[in-house]
């Protein structure tokens, strides 16, 4: 069975901190994808990272993809209350299925 | 316009009823989805079609019942309803195949059996 570990499963730190999230695995996914998901929504798509070694930015976010394709980090500069929700990793196996992560709780005090 | 919209966003209902959830999606996807994210937030998957055809049933109570009548509609039977059915469930869309299958998610259902 393959597994998507988030760590951590939950982070609660003052606006305006630095945080990284990890996602790891021991199976190699064809691309990763993180998703935000807030209270009461369905999770949305953040990015997806295809290509091992990969750097994506997407303002204050960065997420990168292992050299391996078996894990990936998130990491975020400058917390606002507004990244508030919970971060959702997925992997695209070999049959085109999601296999998806816990999730990691983040709340940003302000 | 919603892409998927699944309803009703609340259910409450006593042990032992039936009951289902509805899903339909505008995206013009050919695979749906089933998740079930309980207390903890892990999100499970339940279900997936692709094109009316079942294609995954992970290991759920044969009172789940999916029926998908065309590709735009996915619904969720549950017969005999259980306290540890109590969970939020999200129904979800994509083209299937590739590297970019991006999810697309409903607001969710939030069951409450008691």
């Known amino acids: 069975t393959q597994l998507l570990e988030q760590s951590p499963q939950f982070l609660s730190i003052q606006e305006g901190e630095n945080l990284t999230v990890y996602c790891n695995s021991s199976?190699?996914?064809?691309?990763l994808q993180w998703y935000r998901q807030e209270p009461g929504e369905g999770p949305v798509l953040l990015v997806t990272?295809?290509?091992g070694g990969e750097v994506k930015k997407l303002k204050r976010l960065t997420f990168q993809f292992g050299d391996a394709r078996k894990d990936s980090s998130l990491h975020i500069t400058a917390a606002q209350t507004g990244d508030t929700g919970l971060y959702l990793c997925a992997g695209v196996d070999s049959n085109y299925q999601l296999i998806w992560g816990a999730g990691t709780k983040l709340i940003i005090k302000p | 316009d919603t892409a998927v919209s699944q309803t009703p966003k609340y259910l409450v209902t006593q042990m032992g009823n039936d009951k289902s959830i509805k899903c339909e999606q505008n995206?013009?996807?050919?695979?749906m989805y089933w998740y079930k994210q309980d207390s903890k937030k892990f999100l499970k998957i339940m279900f997936s079609y692709n094109n009316k055809e079942l294609i995954i049933n992970e290991t759920v109570p044969n009172r789940f019942s999916p029926k998908s009548p065309d590709k735009a509609h996915l619904n969720l039977h549950i017969n005999s309803l259980e306290l540890g059915d109590s969970a939020v469930y999200f129904c979800a869309s994509s083209h299937r195949g590739g590297w970019n299958t991006e999810a697309f998610f409903g607001q969710g259902t939030r069951l409450t059996v008691v």
């Open positions: 199976s190699v996914f064809s691309s």
């Open positions: 990272v295809v290509t």
């Open positions: 995206l013009g996807h050919d695979t």
